[in-house]
Antibody, heavy 126, light 107 residues
Framework: EVQFLESGGDLVQPGGSLRLSCAAS????????MNWVRQAPGKGLEWVSSISASDDNTYYVDSVKGRFTISRDNSKNTLFLQMDSLRAEDTAVYYC???????????????????WGQGTMVTVSS | DIQMTQSPSAMSASVGDRVTITCRAS??????LAWFQQKPGKAPKRLIY???GLQTGVPSRFSGSGSGTEFTLTISSLQPEDFATYYCLQHKSYPWTFGQGTKVEIK
């Protein structure tokens, strides 16, 4: 069974840092891109960041550029999100989600976000 | 950035009703469009990918259609377990963007 287990969420003061982890199992992790999506309390979903399977391409929403860093350790089947200079508006549940197959073709290049983790809560407050 | 305008933002419907939710993209996104269902306190669940591809295990009363800039999620006969919030997502170009969500409530 494909699944993700997120961890690392916590209460942190503004300006602080956190590192989120997403441990993957049940599929060949190194063959897939990965994503982070967040949801502020009572709000909708917001895409945050993506990383390619090979780790050589990363993408961010403008509001986190320069503060968040996505990375992965394919030897440990784990995705990370390093969050620095945290702000109150970063308060949200953070989800990891499975991305696109490396070397995809045709419809497989549109097959993404099929599996999500359970989410981890990040609260930025003094 | 591509904006996704989802409508309606909320609706009331009865069991057995046909429900249609629309997402309009600010520019063409080909078939890079997915639909998700989310229930309170739970992670989103993918229903549709590539505009009209039904996720394995999702009931056939859910269907997706559209192309270019206008996309539709249809529930042919609403069931009690379908009361939830629904989101579209474009993943044609970064930053990927979700619609604002449609909350489907019981009438």
């Amino acid at each position: 069974e494909v699944q993700f287990l997120e961890s690392g969420g916590d209460l942190v003061q503004p300006g602080g840092s956190l590192r989120l982890s997403c441990a993957a199992s049940g599929f060949t992790f190194r063959n897939y891109g990965m994503n982070w999506v967040r949801q502020a309390p009572g709000k909708g979903l917001e895409w945050v960041s993506s990383i390619s399977a090979s780790d050589d391409n990363t993408y961010y929403v403008d509001s986190v550029k320069g503060r968040f860093t996505i990375s992965r350790d394919n030897s440990k089947n784990t995705l990370f999100l390093q969050m620095d200079s945290l702000r109150a508006e970063d308060t949200a549940v953070y989800y990891c989600a499975k991305g696109i197959l490396r070397f995809c073709s045709g419809t497989s290049c549109l097959d993404t976000f099929d599996i999500w983790g359970q989410g981890t809560m990040v609260t930025v407050s003094s | 950035d591509i904006q996704m305008t989802q409508s309606p933002s909320a609706m009331s419907a009865s069991v057995g009703d046909r429900v249609t939710i629309t997402c309009r993209a600010s520019q063409g996104i080909s078939n890079y469009l997915a639909w998700f269902q989310q229930k309170p306190g739970k992670a989103p669940k993918r229903l549709i990918y590539a505009t009209s591809g039904l996720q394995t295990g999702v009931p056939s009363r859910f269907s997706g259609s559209g192309s270019g800039t206008e996309f539709t999620l249809t529930i042919s006969s609403l069931q009690p377990e379908d009361f939830a919030t629904y989101y579209c997502l474009q993943h044609k170009s970064y930053p990927w963007t979700f619609g604002q969500g449609t909350k489907v409530e019981i009438k």
